[in-house]
């Protein structure tokens, strides 16, 4: 009987589920679930690629974490998962796709050498104009409709979209969003007894929280997560007091802009006290990097 309950969309588990050599199989099935449906698989062997350090304390909270691997035909695939909308969103997986595609090339290498890059994005909230939950963006000509390139590529999985009436007759990609979407207890024993790569994905989750170890770090980090969201909500609440009263007193446009410009600030010193890059937090808040790295002096 199944009783373990844990948040899955934890980016601490995330990695330990599908970024771990030991569960490749399980990566791989999910790759091919998001890209190619219910096709035969095209995928059959990943690497991963050390994209980000092991989890690190800083101030008491963990770096962010995702998953960067390529596969046996060379792509690169990129699979986050978002619990909290952002200013510029679009903006910040464009810099990161555009991180992940640049990177492939060392000096002196040729254009030949690229291969396709891939962003995957499991959102916890809505975020797309779309009705579908699961989206897909390529470069094509606004009119024909024509790909310029099979380079280019972002999957958005919207969780919240997601809806079903039997969990046991999903497709593939709808279990591992059933799997994502933290169903019941009940449902996730149909999942198991349904099909054997969930089974070994609910095996490999009960084994996550048997681990005194995994379970700390995993603890450590939703309490990061979970004051980064209430520091996130506070720092919108105070712009837009102090956007109001500053409205009063030079009319409402320059009151919004400064609490705007504070909720940025705000948003900085909470993404530098989870370790996130100052780089990244630039594209993210459009504050300019020497802005960003002037706080993180500050909070040091």
Not at 78 to 101: C, K, N, S, T
Request: hydrophobic share 35%; proline share 2%; aromatic share 10%.
């Amino acid at each position: 009987m199944y009783t373990t309950e844990i948040n899955r969309l934890n980016d601490f588990y995330f990695k330990y589920l599908l970024g771990n050599e030991k569960r490749k199989n399980l990566t791989i099935h999910f790759l091919n679930a998001v890209l190619y449906g219910d096709e035969t698989p095209h995928i059959t062997d990943v690497v991963f690629i050390d994209k980000d350090k092991e989890p690190q304390q800083t101030d008491s909270k963990l770096v962010k974490l995702d998953i960067l691997a390529r596969t046996d035909a060379g792509m690169l695939i990129d699979i986050e998962v978002q619990i909290q909308r952002h200013p510029h969103l679009a903006g910040r997986f464009l810099y990161y796709w555009a991180e992940m595609y640049g990177g492939q090339l060392k000096r002196g290498d040729e254009y030949s050498a690229l291969k396709p890059a891939v962003s995957i994005v499991l959102m916890d909230f809505e975020y797309l104009p779309e009705e579908s939950w699961h989206n897909v963006y390529h470069i094509c000509n606004d009119v024909s409709k024509q790909v310029l390139t099979h380079h280019f590529a972002m999957h958005f999985i919207e969780l919240k979209k997601f809806t079903y009436s039997d969990i046991k007759s999903l497709h593939r990609l709808g279990k591992w969003t059933a799997y994502f979407s933290n169903c019941s207890a009940e449902e996730t024993e149909e999942l198991a007894m349904s099909d054997p790569i969930m089974k070994e994905v609910v095996n490999a989750e009960m084994a996550f929280t048997e681990d005194e170890i995994m379970r700390r770090q995993y603890t450590q980090r939703e309490k990061a997560l979970r004051d980064y969201r209430s520091d996130m909500a506070e720092a919108r609440r105070e712009g837009i007091l102090e956007g109001r009263r500053e409205g009063e007193q030079k009319g409402r446009r320059e009151g919004e802009q400064k609490g705007r410009s504070e909720e940025k600030v705000s948003i900085a010193v909470n993404m530098l006290r989870l370790g996130i890059d100052v780089s990244h937090i630039a594209a993210a808040t459009g504050l300019s990097i020497a802005d960003v790295e002037l706080l993180k002096t500050k909070l040091r």
